[in-house]
């Protein structure tokens, strides 16, 4: 099971409860710990700090997963990695491509992005951009990266907040708002229009998930992606090939 989906069963059946508890704690004045479910915080305070925290980890685990990619699409099902602000990124991507949906194993590492490619076994440079991605590298930019999403998302509206997370520790709060495709172009290099955006906050501050919807590839349906961000802290030494 995809790490998100885990993340996401784990919160739904709660979400009554977790709403429940919200409010007994607010009204006992402890206000989530200042982080993304804080009272007196705006949500576009929310988002800063939410981009602070990504920006100045260490590392961080990124999984990446659309259910709805449009047939005949040249483009990214999956990923799942460790990014760094070398910057830098290792883990596995799934791409459509004609004539199947190969996992490719990628490290990309000083403007260099190296994989093992179908019935290959050793790494070699490749054009991302081939594939309809990014430099996995460029995710962790804190200009252009995915924490630069949260600062460009506009008519921002804070949602319910939940529990969640180990043994329900966290308190989980949602927030949602509109991000212009010229911030989601560099993410996903064919992305054109607006896309709509979930973004789910932790009591510490940091973002969770962001699920996005608009058209990624132009001239294909609207579709859908999930990022989970977890294992905020990681420290890996990652090198070229």
């Known amino acids: 099971m995809w790490k998100g989906d885990r993340m996401l069963s784990r919160l739904a059946p709660l979400a009554l409860v977790g709403v429940l508890l919200v409010s007994g704690s607010a009204c006992s004045g402890d206000g989530g710990g200042g ?3 804080a009272d007196d915080a705006t949500p576009e305070e929310v988002m800063a700090t939410a981009k602070t925290k990504l920006d100045e980890t260490s590392g961080v685990n990124i999984a990446l997963e659309t259910t709805d990619l449009p047939d ?14 070398a910057p ?6 799934v791409v459509a491509i004609a004539g199947g949906t190969p996992t490719v194993k990628v490290i ?11 019935f290959t076994t050793e790494f070699q440079e490749i054009n991302p951009g081939e594939y309809g991605a990014p430099d996995p590298a460029q995710l962790m930019s804190a200009d252009a990266g ?5 600062p460009a998302t506009t008519s921002l509206e804070k949602g319910e907040s939940i529990r969640g ?11 949602t708002g509109t991000v212009p495709g010229s911030t989601v172009k560099n993410i996903i290099p064919g992305s054109t229009g607006d896309f709509e955006a979930t973004y789910t906050i932790s009591d510490s501050g940091e973002l969770r998930t962001a699920v ?20 905020y802290g990681t420290e890996k030494d990652i090198t070229a090939p």
């Not at 830098?88 to 991507?93: D, L, V």
């Not at 995915?146 to 949260?150: D, G, H, I, R, V």
């Open 35 to 37: 982080g993304g479910g």
């Open 72 to 85: 005949g699409v040249t483009g990214i099902l999956t990923a799942d990695g460790v990014g760094t602000h």
């Open 88 to 93: 830098a990124f290792e883990g596995s991507i």
């Open 108 to 118: 990309a590492v000083d403007d260099v992005v190296y994989a093992v490619l179908p």
């Open 146 to 150: 995915l924490s630069s999403l949260l």
């Open 165 to 175: 997370g180990d043994n329900n520790k966290e308190i989980f709060t949602e927030y």
């Open 212 to 231: 996005l919807t608009g058209e990624f590839y132009q001239g294909a349906d609207t579709m859908t992606y999930t990022i989970e961000f977890d294992d």
